[in-house]
């Protein structure tokens, strides 16, 4: 097959942005033997839980949820929630597992998991086919999303090694030695948005310290974090070191409040991680929160515009706006308004809607017939409060009839908009651009630090002491000069203020799976005034 020309877009980011050539080469080889449309139920292996390296069926099928593919409406199976009994199990497993696992020398832990990483790397098409099943993002995307994970995962198998001690020297000759050893077991639940991203970004550094985990993934989006335990267990992890276990909110709180859960490892809504901070504290656990945000974008007056405007693209319409990241707070300098949304409404109107198993496809389907409805209720009451609506924001049905059941939403650019309106305070979490005009430098930052998140903000300029005091000033653990939601591997993330605690990605996080033990050894007799 000849290459496949890269949309514009897929020069955007994802949550795992890797390497534009990459991509291309990816593209060009990989889309025989799938028709478009390809939602289908066979695609669908059950059972969806992971226990000792078996998939296996919940113990008890009294409560189920329903699992449909995004792209179609169409429903694909009833999938079991997973209850005490199962928890008790997958904990239990893994207790035991983490015996074995934490032993293993952390350079052999390492190799595991670089495995892995390639394995993931060849199977890179299924991964990516069902991550598009299960989210109804465009394929390009979901192949970003996967050979992200694998390189992530090749980043911890690389650093396991380097997770050791210290060694401190006393008087006498005594010394003390510091050993960093890994927390347990390690209790994990993700967001529907970044499906195997969740599960890869939690797992790799909580294994490469010598953890074991249990993931629940969200009931959205079940099939791929099963799929990267059978990678893993093919890679040589030790069974019990991985598990999966599928449910809703309540299975969720009864891994949160399992004893033998040493930490959480949440990714989702700032209410949840709430309930999640509160189970830990009663069990006194550790917890790293990536939580939501709405993230400002500051584009100064000489700033290159074509730049800034496909950084407020990227900051807004990836992934259909399902982007905790996104940027959606879009301060534009009063100057280079006209121009900059002319451009915008350019840019945007050639998005292309429609099936996201199609390679030229940059907007795919919306999670669930419940969030389309919540982005439109936003947009509605944005009309109400005083913003125009300058583009988009209303729902398509694709020509192709398969995909009438699905939920497809035009990609909206609300301009007159203002601080105290909801659309700009409130989290959307679908493709909702809110721009903002504003005077001085000093205005700009005041306005976009006004908020209760604090995951990430952007800045395009060409002055470069503008750029760092504008980011020094800034109340976000990501920021992006010049570009947006670019994730790198090895680049920590995480958030400020109600976004979060903790980071994913980066060196940091093995600190966030692992814990110091202090040994003090005596060389002389001891001093003892008794
Ligand atoms: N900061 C980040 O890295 C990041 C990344 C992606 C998504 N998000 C955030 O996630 C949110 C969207 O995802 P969502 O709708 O799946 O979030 P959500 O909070 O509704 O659900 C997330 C997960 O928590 C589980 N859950 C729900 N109630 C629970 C409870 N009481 N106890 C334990 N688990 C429970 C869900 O089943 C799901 O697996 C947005 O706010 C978005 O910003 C953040």
């Not at 390497?19 to 033997?33: D, I, N, Y």
């Not at 470069?464 to 920021?479: D, F, P």
Request: net charge neutral.
């Amino acid at each position: 097959m000849k290459g496949i020309p890269l949309p514009a877009a897929a020069r955007l980011c994802s949550r795992c942005a890797g390497k534009v050539v990459q991509m291309r080469q990816v593209l060009s080889t990989s889309t025989r033997g799938y028709a478009a449309v390809t939602g289908t139920a066979r695609q669908v292996q059950q059972p969806l839980n992971l226990m000792a390296g078996k998939r296996v069926d919940a113990a008890d099928s009294s409560k189920q949820f329903e699992l449909f593919a995004p792209a179609t409406g169409e429903t694909l199976k009833r999938v079991e929630c997973c209850g005490s009994k199962d928890i008790d199990k997958a904990v239990g497993i893994a207790k035991d597992a983490f015996k074995e696992w934490s032993q293993v020398p952390a350079f052999e832990r390492g190799q595991v998991l670089t495995r892995a990483a390639q394995l993931i790397r060849e199977r890179s098409e299924e991964l990516a086919r069902t991550e598009v099943l299960d989210t109804g993002k465009p394929i390009w995307e979901a192949r970003y999303d996967i050979l992200g994970c694998a390189d992530t995962i090749q980043y911890y198998g690389g650093l396991a090694p380097t997770v050791v001690g210290e060694h401190t020297k006393l008087a006498g000759g005594s010394f003390a030695y510091t050993v960093r050893e890994p927390l347990g077991v390690v209790g994990g639940i993700g967001a529907w948005n970044y499906p195997f991203q969740m599960a890869a970004w939690k797992s790799s550094p909580a294994l490469a310290c010598g953890n074991a985990l249990v993931f629940k993934p969200s009931p959205f989006t079940p099939l791929t974090a099963v799929m990267l335990g059978e990678i893993y267990k093919e890679a040589g992890l030790p069974d019990g070191c991985y598990n999966v276990v599928q449910g809703e909110g309540e299975t969720g709180q009864l891994l949160c409040n399992h004893p033998d859960i040493a930490k959480m490892t949440f990714t989702g809504s700032v209410p949840t991680g709430s309930r999640i901070m509160e189970a830990c504290a009663k069990g006194i656990k550790h917890v790293t929160l990536e939580l939501g945000g709405k993230s400002p974008v500051i584009i100064f007056d000489d700033a290159h515009i074509d730049n800034a405007v496909k950084g407020a693209m990227l900051a807004n319409f990836s992934n259909q706006g399902q982007v905790c990241s996104n940027g959606t707070r879009v301060f534009v300098q009063k100057k280079i308004l006209p121009e900059f949304l002319k451009r915008l409404m350019e840019r945007t109107g050639k998005m292309v809607i429609g099936d996201p198993n199609k390679d030229d496809t940059t907007v795919g389907a919306t999670i669930s017939p419940q969030q389309a409805a919540i982005v439109l209720n936003f947009i509605e009451g944005a009309r109400t409060e005083g913003a125009k609506v300058l583009y988009g924001g209303e729902r398509v049905t694709p020509t192709s009839p398969e995909l009438a059941g699905g939920y497809y939403l035009t990609p909206c650019i609300l301009t007159d908009c203002t601080d105290d309106m909801t659309v700009v305070k409130d989290e959307v979490f679908g493709s909702v651009m809110s721009v903002l005009a504003f005077d001085t430098e000093e205005e700009a930052l005041r306005r976009a630090n006004d908020t209760i998140f604090g995951l990430a903000g952007g800045i395009f300029t060409n002055d470069l002491s503008r750029a760092h005091r504008v980011a020094s000033g800034m109340e976000a653990g990501s920021l992006y000069i010049n570009n947006y939601n670019v994730y790198p591997v090895g680049v920590p993330f995480g958030g400020y203020k109600k976004s979060g605690l903790g980071r994913e990605n980066g060196p940091d996080t093995l600190n966030y799976y692992s814990q110091i033990k202090s040994v003090y050894v005596e060389m002389n007799d001891v001093d003892c005034p008794y």
